[in-house]
């Protein structure tokens, strides 16, 4: 499809979108045509690597075999049944994730998007507590389709909507590399967790219900909050009466090196997880899972939770053949070792190239955060953009995320399944992009002093 093609169609028939936002300009971005594997091809044929997993929805790669022949078996039988009348897929489904799901955790509801399963682990989180009040952290982002996802996604300027659902709040988000308090880690004793829980007892109109939170804050820049931070989160919860809900959209099913994001630290047993993204291996299927005890409690408040196609045979079955694919492949094992050849890059990178303030992430969900000096730890937004775009040219895809008004992180998400030549390419791009960067520079400051 030719470019003048495009850009009348989005002008003439696309609802318009804000071109400050990370979905603005796409009529100037490539129009993806194919993919297969961790490659996608756009209509002029120019094939990019894909390391941002399409929209994280494809962390097993694009069309795995696996996927498409389940997926087109189970077309060929049964697509689409009332949610009023159960089917083999759904229970097969229930009962895999029942099966791997770390204890208490065993029960599951079916919905379709991630935000699905966020508004209705709220609304578990409530019913299950008879409480109101939900508190998630500043730079967290959680969806965009209803009222309440919106106004728990903090990353996102929520004046933008007008009005936000009530009884929603934020606290402050353990950003070591940024501390908000200007304090290191241990010796921080986590202040930045009792000082807004001081200030979110004191606001709070109603009985508290949960805490949601990423393992890894994905959007707003690859944070890893410290070891222990969630154990002491969780323990507040249960001083509180509240559930301790973990948005495993991002970071489930593998892609942290571990079944489950949360996972990462010992012990830890949240009371709800919401899961989607490539739940469904390039379909669109979430869960909310939970304990039953929970779900005793919010059954016994009227708790209730689906969607037209939530239990749609097809997309239950993938779901099914996605989690035997991430248990028999071992993907957890997988992105344990593409984050150690991805980081041991960019450590080598960092000798050569000043921009490169911070390392961060687990598994294949990696954030490298860039500044115009390491001391003072400025901002690189304007380096960030050019590498980005440096990268696309070359055949390279990913996405730049950061806190807010920072957009200095260069978020990495390559297919579990990517291979050992596939990140060196990745990385030798990057490598060109900072070099070229570095280049641009040194020309720049001969420029000026010539002219001084």
């Not at 410290?226 to 969780?234: A, E, H, L």
């Not at 992009?433 to 002219?451: N, Y």
């Amino acid at each position: 499809m030719e470019k003048k093609r495009v850009k009348s169609i989005v002008e003439k028939y696309m609802f318009p979108t804000e071109g400050t936002s990370y979905m603005g300009g796409l009529e100037n971005r490539p129009v993806i045509a194919k993919s297969e594997g961790r490659t996608v091809w756009d209509t002029n044929g120019k094939a990019y690597l894909d390391f941002q997993s399409g929209q994280m929805g494809a962390a097993l790669g694009h069309q795995h075999q696996r996927m498409v022949e389940r997926i087109t078996a189970t077309m060929q039988s049964l697509m689409h049944s009332s949610n009023t009348m159960l089917n083999v897929p759904r229970l097969r489904l229930h009962e895999k994730l029942g099966k791997i799901l770390p204890r208490p955790l065993e029960k599951s509801v079916f919905l379709v998007s991630g935000s699905d399963s966020i508004e209705a682990s709220i609304d578990l989180a409530r019913k299950a507590t008879g409480g109101l009040d939900i508190i998630g952290l500043h730079a967290g982002l959680h969806g965009s389709t209803s009222y309440v996802t919106r106004s728990v996604s903090f990353n996102w300027d929520r004046k933008k909507h007008v009005a936000v659902a009530p009884h929603t709040g934020s606290v402050l988000t353990p950003y070591c590399y940024r501390c908000p308090l200007g304090l290191k880690f241990p010796k921080c004793e986590i202040q930045c967790l009792s000082a807004s829980l001081e200030l979110a007892d004191a606001n709070f109109t109603a009985t508290p219900a949960g805490f949601i939170s990423e393992p890894v804050l994905s959007a707003g820049g690859v944070i890893v909050p410290p070891d222990g931070y969630f154990t002491r989160v969780k323990a507040e919860c249960d001083k509180r009466g509240m559930e301790l809900i973990m948005d495993e959209a991002q970071t489930g099913l593998g892609k942290t090196g571990k079944l489950f994001g949360f996972q990462n630290e010992q012990r830890l047993k949240p009371g709800i997880i919401a899961i989607s993204k490539h739940f469904g291996g390039g379909l669109p299927i979430s869960a909310v899972c939970t304990t039953a005890d929970v779900a005793k409690r919010a059954a016994g408040r009227g708790y209730f939770a689906t969607r037209s196609h939530a239990t749609d045979p097809l997309l239950c079955a993938a779901g099914e053949e996605s989690l035997d694919i991430v248990v028999e492949e071992d993907m957890p094992g997988k992105a344990t070792q593409i984050e150690r050849w991805i980081k041991s890059a960019f450590r080598k990178m960092a000798k050569d190239f000043e921009w490169i303030g911070d390392i961060r992430g687990r598994g294949v969900l990696l954030g490298i955060e860039l500044v115009s000096d390491r001391e003072t730890r400025e901002p690189a937004n304007a380096a960030t953009q050019k590498i980005y775009e440096y990268a696309l040219d070359k055949g390279l895809i990913f996405q730049i995320r950061g806190v807010r008004e920072l957009k200095n992180v260069i978020r990495l998400v390559p297919p579990m399944t990517s291979t050992r030549a596939e990140v060196d390419q990745a990385m030798s791009i990057l490598y060109d992009a900072f070099s070229e960067l570095k280049k641009k520079g040194t020309k720049r400051k001969a420029t000026l002093r010539k002219k001084r």
